[in-house]
C-alpha cells in the first residue's frame, strides 16, 4: 500500500528494506482460516474493508492482489 499516494505519508517513514520485505510478504499472503465477523462487526468494518479492497494499485485491486489475481 505503500506504491498509493494516499499513503504516502505513512511509506516515506519506512526504509526500502522494510518496503521490499513488505512487498514480499504481500506476495505471498495466504488467506486466514477461520477469520470471521459478526454481523455486528461486519456493519463497523466493512465499509473500511471495502474501501482498502476496492483500492487499486497499478491497476489491480488490492483484493485482486490478496486473492492472487
Known sequence: MSDISAYKETAEKLTAV??????????????????????????????????IFSTKVDEKSIEDILNGK
Open 18 to 51: 522494510e518496503t521490499f520485505n513488505a512487498r514480499l510478504r504481500t506476495l505471498t499472503a495466504k488467506p486466514l482460516t477461520g477469520f470471521l465477523l459478526t454481523e455486528e462487526d461486519l456493519q463497523v468494518a466493512g465499509p473500511l474493508l471495502q474501501s
